[in-house]
Nanobody
Framework: QVQLVESGGGAVQAGGSLRLSCAAS????????MGWFRQAPGKEREGIAI????????IYADSVKGRFTISRDNAKNTLYLQMNSLKAEDTAMYFC??????????????????WGQGTQVTVSS
């Protein structure tokens, strides 16, 4: 069965950095678009970065462009999110997800059908 397990969250001061990881199993990881999403209390889940299966094409939300970098290691079945210059407004639960087969490519969470349990990121100002 598909499993996605995030790690690397924590508490950091504004301006700091964190690197999130997502270990994938139960499917052919190198065949799927993968993405990072976040959800703050009282807000809708937001797509922040996605990456193509092999060539590494990426799409970022404007809110994180230039600060966050999504990457993947297909040999290790692992997805990463390097987060630099963190701001208080980046505080949220962060999730990795696998895109559904077919459909459009974009940051809409409805295009992603498998989700990890999330890892909390808290940025203090």
């Amino acid at each position: 069965q598909v499993q996605l397990v995030e790690s690397g969250g924590g508490a950091v001061q504004a301006g700091g950095s964190l690197r999130l990881s997502c270990a994938a199993s139960g499917f052919t990881y190198s065949s799927y678009w993968m993405g990072w999403f976040r959800q703050a209390p009282g807000k809708e889940r937001e797509g922040i970065a996605i990456i193509s299966p092999s060539v590494g094409n990426t799409i970022y939300a404007d809110s994180v462009k230039g600060r966050f970098t999504i990457s993947r290691d297909n040999a290790k079945n692992t997805l990463y999110l390097q987060m630099n210059s963190l701001k208080a407004e980046d505080t949220a639960m962060y999730f990795c997800a696998r895109k559904n087969t077919g459909g459009g490519v974009g940051l809409n969470p409805t295009n992603f059908g498998y989700w990890g349990q999330g890892t909390q990121v808290t940025v203090s100002s």
